[in-house]
């Protein structure tokens, strides 16, 4: 079973037709710290970090959330 931080990283990975450069500036999140979600070197991104991210893809934080990569199998 995947592990949530894995999915986090591959949802925003599949939702950035964006560099992270221009996601974290869209979104206020520290360009290391989106790198760092999405290489997996975060094990805990921290749900406002999230909540920013989704953000900056101009979704909700339960949108970013409705994705199977989240639904346990």
Same mark, same amino acid.
Request: positive net charge; glycine residues 6%; hydrophobic residues 40%.
């Given at each position: 079973?995947?592990? /949530? =931080?894995?999915?986090?990283?591959?949802?925003? +990975? @599949?939702? !950035? %037709?964006? /560099?992270?450069?221009?996601? !974290?500036? #869209? +979104?206020? #999140?520290?360009? /290391?710290?989106?790198? %760092?979600? #999405?290489?997996?070197? +975060?094990? @805990?991104?921290?749900?406002? @970090?999230?909540?920013?991210?989704? @953000?900056? =893809?101009?979704?909700? #934080?339960? %949108? *970013? *959330?409705?994705? %199977?990569? =989240?639904?346990?199998?």
């Amino acid at each position: 079973m995947m592990k /949530t =931080f894995e999915a986090i990283a591959i949802r925003i +990975s @599949n939702l !950035s %037709d964006i /560099t992270l450069y221009e996601l !974290s500036k #869209v +979104s206020g #999140v520290a360009q /290391t710290t989106i790198k %760092d979600i #999405v290489y997996g070197r +975060s094990k @805990n991104p921290g749900i406002k @970090n999230i909540e920013r991210i989704a @953000n900056g =893809f101009g979704m909700s #934080v339960r %949108d *970013f *959330f409705d994705d %199977d990569l =989240f639904i346990s199998k």
